[in-house]
């Protein structure tokens, strides 16, 4: 205790973290398990710890007291007392400065060293001996924000579900390589609010930005030594301060609001990848750098051994969210990134272990139910990635209502399908009309698949027809991580090709897989360069890689201004303009009011599919027109190796809206009746008009 310190008060136990005033700053942080809390402030520069001050209250397991003489800018970390009893679950290390876990900004990035971890690397007893060196001299550090900001008449796209296209990018990746920014702009927010770069998202069509994830996370020990770095970022080590790496030299978190009211002033919802599922510290071996060290026993799920971890991610420890701090944690971090800097949305990174109870997923968890019971984060966009790597963990279409889903048996099945494999027709159908065998339920709508063919994890749409196997050499693991079952197909070569033919078809399977996307009911979604062939020369686990193999070529867009994303435009905009392409309710060939079905099966020959087509493998061409109050849509898929002609539905004035074997046609809107000639490897979409 520090009685003598003049401007040292109790303070309160509410809000958590560190809270200016406007005279002072409230210090508050939880911790259940600790014996002493102090409070460590540093110089500007953060290389010189200047004072230490024991936190004086201690409520409800918080830990609190106010500092009249701090204001915003105030370098800070926490050192915090308690038994380091590893075989019991605790691990307390005051020689570590630790993060505060609700710091709205982070100083400095971390710098590699033993003195980072809580034990003594290289003893004999392993993670049992404690460590006793300082970290802080390694060590980031929070900062003292002043949050308050002039959002002006900043308004919320409010997108319907039914009309949102996504667009998956990456912060860095997205103006890294744009030439026409001042070097200190590029791969930073303030870099993405450019008005050039917000237009070329306008001049495609897409309605949301779901970017990788921005809050605060460290590049991994092991790829620093390998030259490598975290690029992704599903390493967060802070839940509300933006990653530093992506604020500009002179700039500060401010720039990432300025960045979502840019989008917001073109009609753009920004929606955030977060990882609540575990942090950067890793398994009992990893760093100590804030919540181990703080209250690793309730931060954390331990395993039967507390010494240990239950793992449910892959990444060495699992946030435990059926602790009642810790959840409060994770809703205040989601309401903060939402009332304070307008977000519209989340994507939950390996989302199930969100609703587990160890081994159990269960729908009706605690945090799926603090969610949906919130009044805040019920009215914005919540998107799952629907698996982990524990048992039970691959749970597609058992969320809650509410929520969307990644659907990656739509990715596979319509890969394979493009590719010819048997046995493909019937799925891609489902698939075509929002997997209602997965999301119809409790009310759920076609919305809540979320549609697509590429995303960051994997190839991208050009490897996607340009690879049959992985090349991820790059990544020093001897092209041993990443997946193998990619259902892809090189056209012919593997990899780079100069050959006109192979580079024809690709062409054309790369239209054959965006326009499925767009034309399936659902949430389409695109990935970051895939509107212009951005290639990571065959490497489907890219993680490590920052560097020009992960950053979008702006000069490709500049040279083909009629390519490839072109098409992608005009895509988004048929979709757009066209109601039954994203309907409310899913379709069942049930009739519609003038006696027609509203979505109808049939094979080349125009008769109605029956059981046996969709049961024989070698299906691999059909039509399904919708229709509804006097239009009618048809579209016309043909994955055989030759063309087919297509019996169209009675009456005339049809008209080929696209034809992925040739893009003029489509747009010159050519007339057809009768039938129509589907090339090999190809999509036609047509459409007319009635009484």
Not at 362 to 385: C, T
């Amino acid at each position: 205790m520090q009685p003598s310190r003049p401007f040292l008060k109790p303070g309160l136990p509410f809000p958590l973290g560190a809270t200016w005033d406007g005279t002072g700053v409230n210090f508050a942080l939880f911790s259940a398990n600790a014996t002493k809390v102090e409070l460590c402030l540093f110089d500007r520069a953060g290389k010189r710890e200047l004072e230490r001050v024991e936190l004086p209250e201690y409520t409800d397991e918080i830990w609190h007291g106010y500092l009249s003489d701090i204001r915003p800018g105030q370098l800070y970390g926490y050192r915090v007392h308690g038994p380091y009893a590893p075989n019991e679950g605790h691990r307390f290390n005051p020689n570590k400065l630790l993060l505060d876990p609700y710091a709205l900004a982070l100083h400095g990035e971390i710098k590699w060293h033993d003195a980072l971890f809580g034990y003594r690397i290289g003893s004999a007893k392993g993670d049992l001996v404690m460590d006793k060196r300082d970290s802080a001299s390694v060590m980031p550090k929070c900062i003292v924000v002043d949050p308050a900001v002039t959002w002006g008449n900043d308004q919320r796209p409010r997108t319907h579900w039914m009309n949102t296209i996504i667009y998956e990018a990456h912060v860095k990746g997205m103006t890294a390589r744009r030439e026409d920014l001042p070097p200190q702009l590029r791969g930073t927010f303030a870099g993405l609010a450019q008005p050039q770069v917000i237009e070329h998202l306008v001049k495609l069509g897409v309605t949301a930005v779901e970017l990788m994830p921005v809050q605060a996370f460290f590049d991994d020990r092991h790829l620093i030594e390998r030259g490598l770095s975290n690029y992704w970022g599903y390493n967060t080590i802070g839940f509300f301060a933006p990653a530093p790496r992506y604020i500009s030299p002179e700039g500060n978190i401010h720039e990432f609001k300025l960045m979502v009211r840019r989008l917001h002033e073109a009609g753009i919802e920004v929606i955030l990848d977060v990882v609540y599922n575990h942090t950067a510290e890793g398994n009992h071996m990893g760093p100590t750098l804030s919540f181990r060290g703080i209250d690793n026993a309730s931060y954390y799920i331990l395993a039967d051994d507390p010494r240990y971890y239950f793992d449910t991610t892959g990444c060495g420890n699992t946030v435990n969210l059926r602790h009642q701090r810790v959840l409060q944690m994770v809703m205040d971090s989601l309401r903060y990134w939402v009332e304070q800097c307008h977000v519209d949305g989340f994507r939950f990174d390996l989302a199930s272990s969100l609703g587990r109870d160890r081994d159990a997923f269960d729908h009706n968890s605690v945090f799926f139910d603090a969610v949906r019971q919130d009044p805040v984060l019920s009215r914005v966009k919540l998107i799952a990635e629907p698996w982990d790597t524990g048992p039970n963990g691959y749970q597609v279409g058992n969320f809650p209502p509410g929520w969307a889903e990644w659907n990656d048996r739509y990715r596979d099945t319509v890969r394979g399908f493009w590719k010819g494999d048997e046995g493909a027709a019937g799925p891609l159908a489902g698939g075509l009309l929002g997997s209602s065998d997965l999301f119809e339920k409790r009310g759920r709508r076609p919305w809540s698949s979320v549609n697509f063919v590429a995303a960051h994890d994997g190839f991208t749409l050009a490897d996607v027809v340009s690879y049959n196997d992985k090349h991820n050499e790059a990544n020093g693991e001897d092209n041993n991580d990443g997946h193998s079952h990619n259902l892809s197909w090189n056209c012919g070569v593997e990899g780079p090709s100069d050959d006109p033919e192979v580079l024809k078809l690709r062409e054309k399977m790369r239209r054959n897989l965006i326009a499925t996307v767009l034309l399936s009911q659902g949430t389409p979604m695109i990935l970051m360069g895939d509107e212009i062939g951005r290639t990571q020369n065959g490497n489907n686990n890219s993680y490590c890689q920052d560097n020009e193999m992960n950053w979008l070529d702006w000069q490709a867009v500049g040279e083909r201004p009629e390519g490839f994303h072109a098409f992608v435009a005009r895509m988004i905009d048929i979709r757009r303009r066209q109601p039954l392409l994203a309907q409310a309710r899913f379709l069942h060939g049930d009739k519609t009011d003038d006696g027609e079905r509203d979505v109808r099966w049939c094979r080349p020959d125009g008769e109605r599919m029956q059981q046996s087509d969709w049961e024989n493998p070698d299906t691999r061409a059909m039509s399904v027109f919708f229709t509804d109050e006097g239009l009618q849509l048809g579209m016309l898929f043909n994955a055989h190796h030759e063309p087919l002609d297509f019996v169209l539905p009675e009456g005339d004035g049809w008209r080929i809206t696209v034809d992925t074997d040739d893009d003029e046609r489509g747009k010159a809107a050519e007339v057809v009746s009768g039938s129509v000639s589907v090339a090999d490897r190809s999509l036609i979409l047509v459409e007319r008009r009635h009484a």
